[in-house]
């Protein structure tokens, strides 16, 4: 099977292609394309353990991209499509790249699978397509209503999705997971940031009074599901991934700071973030019912996350003059 990985030398699309090319994958994979366009989250040191494997091919560009994405779909069997501005704070400054890359780029690639005769298109998502919930839990039939820019172009390439499978009848899925952690994800995002920052003596950053809830997913478990959904999943279907763990952020910072041998003195209140969302919860018992189950429990894969990025600071120390 010949895969093209969209955004593959991201956080989870570089998790991903080591999976797909290490042996762990359930995909039987003889040809991996990786497309990326390599703006600032992209890195191609995130594929560094497999840069010389004979079965993957690299090529830097844009989903949105009208010339090249038909060519290289042309004889792929499957899409699997991480490329996506993804950092809520960003889309609040200047949603137009997240409009550009996750709505238009979205269209862009499924125009070209249905041209090319893509067996299978997998759109990788967010449960904050899903806006926030005071109790229980979202199914995939809960209703879209995203409070952040980022969210609501998510939202827009799912719905865009969802009309290629019912109008063309392409062969699509779509995956909503929850916040993920593990290694190589740039330092911008909490675990990173609040990691590499202590690791330099500075102060982190909490919101608010701290208590938003986030449930927590490990990249190799986010990526186990997201095999699950390519190989067995129903055409045309939404699967919720999630990890099993809600934690406030105040619990999680406290979770972190102990793990790095610092204390709530390391720790700043900042106003809130606009809109931000009190509470997300998925329920995944649909991927369940086809196999699913978190494997990396949390205080373990946590500590394993900051462990890689206390072992890696030639890895993130150039990142972080550029992550906010």
Request: negative net charge; charged residues 20%; proline residues 5%.
């Amino acid at each position: 099977m010949h895969v093209l990985v969209t955004g593959g030398a991201g956080f989870i699309g570089s998790n991903y292609v080591r999976r797909l090319l290490n042996g762990r994958s359930d995909v039987n994979a003889d040809k991996v394309t990786v497309l990326d366009k390599l703006t600032y989250a992209g890195n191609t040191a995130n594929l560094d353990p497999v840069l010389g494997h004979p079965a993957l091919r690299f090529v830097q560009g844009d989903i949105g991209d009208p010339d090249l994405v038909p060519e290289l779909l042309t004889g792929v069997d499957a899409v699997v499509n991480f490329a996506a501005e993804t950092h809520v704070d960003r889309s609040i400054q200047n949603s137009a790249e997240f409009v550009t890359t996750n709505v238009l780029g979205t269209q862009n690639l499924l125009q070209a699978a249905l041209h090319t005769g893509v067996g299978r298109f997998l759109h990788v998502s967010t449960d904050e397509v899903y806006g926030s919930i005071e109790s229980g839990s979202w199914t995939e039939e809960w209703p879209l209503t995203p409070n952040s820019p980022y969210a609501a172009a998510k939202a827009g390439a799912d719905l865009l999705v969802r009309s290629y499978a019912r109008t063309h009848g392409l062969n699509v899925g779509i995956t909503r997971c929850s916040n993920n952690y593990g290694p190589y994800q740039y330092p911008e995002k909490l675990v990173p940031h609040f990691v590499t920052t202590l690791a330099r003596g500075g102060t982190v950053p909490l919101y608010g009074d701290g208590l938003n809830v986030r449930d927590w997913l490990h990249v190799d478990d986010h990526c186990r599901g997201i095999d699950l959904v390519l190989t067995e999943g129903a055409p045309g279907e939404v699967y919720n991934i999630g990890g099993g763990t809600e934690l406030t952020n105040h619990q999680l910072t406290g979770l972190i700071l102990e793990a790095c041998g610092a204390d709530w003195s390391s720790v700043r209140r900042v106003p809130d973030r606009k809109g931000h969302d009190r509470r997300y919860s998925l329920d995944d018992s649909k991927l369940r019912a086809l196999g699913y189950r978190p494997q990396v429990e949390f205080a373990r894969g946590l500590a394993a996350t900051i462990a890689w990025y206390r072992e890696n600071p030639a890895w993130w120390e150039p990142l972080t003059t550029t992550a906010a």
